[in-house]
């Protein structure tokens, strides 16, 4: 239990407040055998080893000293001065005769077996290099790329890995079965993480939409056009697409990891809602509005690599999609939300009240329960632990080496400049900017529909009642999520194990091959019967299919682009947050109008949003081929492309 709570931020407090007296790692345990890799003067030993004749003598002397004049748990001093803790060269035999895994404290039931690790020729996107700029640093520093199998199998031998030309000084799992490793986490741990994350972005999410229920109350005693009001909902959308570009890159950096970025942002989002309830300005309104939705990015940019943290790539998946709910459910459930607390109080600034309530409550989850889980972080600190503990200077992690190896110029032009470039040259990456961006930004278009149908023109709804014609949308999100499962059981996973651990980038695109469709019926269907002759359960109906075409177009297009260009991973979905953010930003602020005006100009009045959902519509016909075109023609593509892999 102890052990939870330590790697927790309010664990880490406490660690850090007792002067790393509580809280301990299993480092700074009495009990702790350190590997003979990580000892001072190792290295030099291992290259005499292979230089010189005395090879035998020295290692001799090293055993017979270690028996002869040093207790278990005493360091151990070389004519040369080096200490050497506790972990020798036949630690083999110590291991054996203990059931001890060499950097693992002798605790009870402690077992050094574990199933072999799923094989998989790519790292997960959390430890994979995310730009060339990475794997140029991870080259020069002489440390292993390697895949996920290499990740799980490090430094079972340290000989091995001198015969393999890595540095034995370079701090990796002390095994397949480490207990501090993110994959080797316990199911219920990752399914409670993946809850934490799942909460948090929702809440992100449904303040962006929360605001519409009171729009026309602001635009009342504000003085404003309705269409000016609307900024409140597209300025925090286009605050959670620039966001990222500056904060999500943080928890990239080994030395900070994901909780830092996770919780102080979040703080910072929390207090920022009761300004903006409270503020009369509008101007300032709006300010807010937007730094709101820049410190509550980092979750929505980084929420998936958070997962990928955890789980092997054939598991993934059906994990990703999980966390997809609350990405497209958060905008579509919060008019439900804000409706019901404008109804109450016919105050718009009340609909901003349960975004800080949301947010509050998962700060606090998160500073108690969520665990660090990315592994250059946690590897990072334990090489900071082992360097105080061997007093070897030269111990470092593959990430901190990273580091050392990047200049701000290279990060910012990782972050800032590469994803502009990779849209504007890489037609891949152009279209399915646009595909995503389309969809992003219809849903937002669409949304503005709701009010007209269910409350001003057909059904006379309140705005709270308005609020469960939503519930459609998350109904469909579930039943969309269910397909999804069920293909990945009967086909992603046999496809995974068929192909030897690598999927082709065109196989991610099977989703959306089918589930677009759904996009052009629902805007049709829902455009059509949205008519106060037929039951408004039917446009409900139709509504819920959105989330369909929503969930696999998201599943598939950001699957494909981080398989399809694993050197610029970083940048290449950058792009594609910040593109779907800004047309997401700029499409709701004619929605009101083109709804209108089209109906004003060819009628019927019984059909107040067909017009304006056949135009919608139609631009989703327009996109459902280019899933097909890439399936079938993308490895020639990938080919052409200056930036994809081949």
């Given at each position: 239990?102890?052990?939870?709570?330590?790697?927790?931020?309010?664990?880490?407090?406490?660690?850090?407040?007792?002067?790393?007296?509580?809280?301990?790692?299993?480092?700074?345990?009495?009990?702790?055998?350190?590997?003979?890799?990580?000892?001072?003067?190792?290295?030099?030993?291992?290259?005499?080893?292979?230089?010189?004749?005395?090879?035998?003598?020295?290692?001799?002397?090293?055993?017979?000293?270690?028996?002869?004049?040093?207790?278990?748990?005493?360091?151990?001093?070389?004519?040369?001065?080096?200490?050497?803790?506790?972990?020798?060269?036949?630690?083999?035999?110590?291991?054996?005769?203990?059931?001890?895994?060499?950097?693992?404290?002798?605790?009870?039931?402690a077992t050094s077996g574990a199933a072999p690790p799923l094989g998989s020729d790519r790292e997960p996107p959390s430890?994979?290099?995310?730009?060339?700029?990475?794997?140029?640093?991870?080259?020069?520093?002489?440390?292993?790329?390697?895949?996920?199998?290499?990740?799980?199998?490090?430094?079972?031998?340290?000989?091995?890995?001198?015969?393999?030309?890595?540095?034995?000084?370079?701090?990796?799992?002390?095994?397949?079965?480490?207990?501090?490793?993110?994959?080797?986490?316990?199911?219920?741990?990752?399914?409670?993480?993946?809850?934490?994350?799942?909460?948090?972005?929702?809440?992100?999410?449904?303040?962006?939409?929360?605001?519409?229920?009171?729009?026309?109350?602001?635009?009342?005693?504000?003085?404003?056009?309705?269409?000016?009001?609307?900024?409140?909902?597209?300025?925090?959308?286009?605050?959670?697409?620039?966001?990222?570009?500056?904060?999500?890159?943080?928890?990239?950096?080994?030395?900070?990891?994901?909780?830092?970025?996770?919780?102080?942002?979040?703080?910072?989002?929390?207090?920022?809602?009761?300004?903006?309830?409270?503020?009369?300005?509008?101007?300032?309104?709006?300010?807010?509005?937007?730094?709101?939705?820049?410190?509550?990015?980092?979750?929505?940019?980084?929420?998936?690599?958070?997962?990928?943290?955890?789980?092997?790539?054939?598991?993934?998946?059906?994990?990703?999609?999980?966390?997809?709910?609350?990405?497209?459910?958060?905008?579509?459930?919060?008019?439900?939300?804000?409706?019901?607390?404008?109804?109450?109080?016919?105050?718009?600034?009340?609909?901003?009240?349960?975004?800080?309530?949301?947010?509050?409550?998962?700060?606090?989850?998160?500073?108690?329960?969520?665990?660090?889980?990315?592994?250059?972080?946690?590897?990072?600190?334990?090489?900071?632990?082992?360097?105080?503990?061997?007093?070897?200077?030269?111990?470092?992690?593959?990430?901190?080496?990273?580091?050392?190896?990047?200049?701000?110029?290279?990060?910012?032009?990782?972050?800032?400049?590469?994803?502009?470039?990779?849209?504007?040259?890489?037609?891949?990456?152009?279209?399915?900017?646009?595909?995503?961006?389309?969809?992003?930004?219809?849903?937002?278009?669409?949304?503005?529909?709701?009010?007209?149908?269910?409350?001003?023109?057909?059904?006379?709804?309140?705005?709270?009642?308005?609020?469960?014609?939503?519930?459609?949308?998350?109904?469909?999100?579930?039943?969309?999520?269910?397909?999804?499962?069920?293909?990945?059981?009967?086909?992603?996973?046999?496809?995974?194990?068929?192909?030897?651990?690598?999927?082709?980038?065109?196989?991610?695109?099977?989703?959306?091959?089918?589930?677009?469709?759904?996009?052009?019926?629902?805007?049709?269907?829902?455009?059509?019967?949205?008519?106060?002759?037929?039951?408004?359960?039917?446009?409900?109906?139709?509504?819920?299919?959105?989330?369909?075409?929503?969930?696999?177009?998201?599943?598939?297009?950001?699957?494909?682009?981080?398989?399809?260009?694993?050197?610029?991973?970083?940048?290449?979905?950058?792009?594609?947050?910040?593109?779907?953010?800004?047309?997401?930003?700029?499409?709701?602020?004619?929605?009101?109008?083109?709804?209108?005006?089209?109906?004003?100009?060819?009628?019927?009045?019984?059909?107040?949003?067909?017009?304006?959902?056949?135009?919608?519509?139609?631009?989703?016909?327009?996109?459902?081929?280019?899933?097909?075109?890439?399936?079938?023609?993308?490895?020639?593509?990938?080919?052409?492309?200056?930036?994809?892999?081949?």
């Amino acid at each position: 239990m102890l052990e939870l709570i330590r790697d927790t931020f309010f664990g880490q407090l406490i660690y850090l407040a007792s002067s790393r007296k509580r809280m301990q790692f299993p480092e700074e345990k009495a009990d702790f055998i350190v590997p003979e890799q990580y000892r001072l003067g190792y290295k030099e030993a291992q290259q005499k080893r292979n230089t010189s004749p005395q090879e035998g003598a020295e290692k001799s002397y090293f055993a017979q000293e270690r028996k002869s004049t040093h207790p278990r748990g005493s360091p151990l001093q070389t004519p040369g001065g080096d200490v050497f803790v506790n972990a020798h060269h036949d630690a083999q035999s110590i291991r054996d005769a203990e059931g001890q895994t060499p950097g693992v404290a002798r605790t009870p039931g402690a077992t050094s077996g574990a199933a072999p690790p799923l094989g998989s020729d790519r790292e997960p996107p959390s430890r994979q290099s995310s730009d060339r700029t990475l794997d140029e640093g991870r080259r020069t520093s002489g440390a292993q790329s390697g895949d996920e199998e290499k990740n799980q199998k490090n430094l079972p031998n340290a000989h091995e890995d001198d015969a393999e030309g890595r540095d034995p000084y370079i701090v990796d799992w002390y095994g397949p079965d480490d207990p501090q490793n993110p994959l080797n986490w316990s199911q219920p741990k990752k399914a409670f993480v993946t809850s934490l994350l799942c909460y948090l972005t929702f809440s992100v999410y449904a303040g962006s939409s929360i605001v519409t229920p009171g729009l026309e109350d602001f635009a009342a005693k504000h003085q404003v056009g309705v269409v000016v009001a609307t900024l409140s909902l597209t300025l925090y959308v286009l605050g959670y697409g620039i966001g990222p570009m500056f904060l999500s890159s943080l928890s990239e950096i080994p030395s900070i990891g994901r909780n830092v970025p996770y919780i102080l942002t979040l703080a910072v989002f929390v207090v920022l809602q009761v300004p903006t309830a409270l503020i009369s300005s509008t101007a300032g309104f709006f300010i807010l509005r937007f730094l709101a939705g820049v410190f509550g990015s980092p979750p929505l940019a980084t929420g998936g690599a958070t997962i990928s943290d955890m789980f092997h790539p054939k598991v993934r998946a059906p994990w990703i999609g999980v966390w997809g709910i609350s990405c497209v459910c958060g905008p579509a459930l919060g008019p439900l939300i804000g409706g019901f607390a404008f109804d109450g109080t016919n105050n718009y600034a009340w609909t901003i009240w349960p975004i800080l309530f949301a947010s509050g409550g998962a700060l606090l989850l998160l500073i108690f329960t969520l665990p660090e889980t990315s592994s250059t972080n946690i590897l990072a600190r334990r090489a900071a632990r082992l360097r105080k503990l061997t007093g070897n200077k030269e111990l470092r992690s593959q990430g901190e080496i990273i580091q050392a190896n990047m200049t701000g110029k290279e990060i910012a032009m990782m972050t800032l400049v590469r994803p502009f470039l990779l849209t504007i040259l890489d037609p891949m990456v152009l279209l399915l900017n646009l595909l995503i961006g389309l969809v992003y930004a219809i849903l937002y278009v669409w949304l503005e529909a709701f009010p007209i149908v269910y409350v001003e023109a057909v059904y006379t709804f309140n705005y709270g009642e308005m609020g469960l014609a939503f519930l459609s949308i998350l109904v469909g999100a579930v039943l969309a999520f269910a397909a999804f499962l069920w293909y990945c059981k009967v086909r992603l996973e046999p496809m995974f194990d068929r192909k030897g651990g690598r999927l082709d980038p065109e196989d991610r695109l099977e989703p959306a091959l089918v589930s677009l469709i759904f996009l052009p019926i629902c805007l049709f269907g829902f455009g059509w019967t949205a008519t106060a002759s037929i039951h408004w359960i039917v446009p409900t109906i139709f509504a819920g299919m959105f989330s369909i075409g929503t969930f696999g177009a998201f599943q598939a297009v950001l699957n494909f682009l981080a398989d399809a260009y694993p050197d610029y991973v970083a940048s290449v979905l950058a792009s594609n947050d910040l593109f779907r953010s800004i047309m997401g930003a700029a499409f709701p602020l004619f929605a009101r109008a083109m709804f209108n005006n089209l109906q004003a100009m060819n009628g019927p009045t019984a059909f107040p949003v067909a017009w304006g959902c056949t135009l919608l519509g139609c631009l989703t016909i327009l996109f459902v081929p280019l899933p097909w075109v890439f399936y079938f023609y993308g490895p020639q593509l990938r080919k052409a492309s200056r930036y994809a892999s081949y």
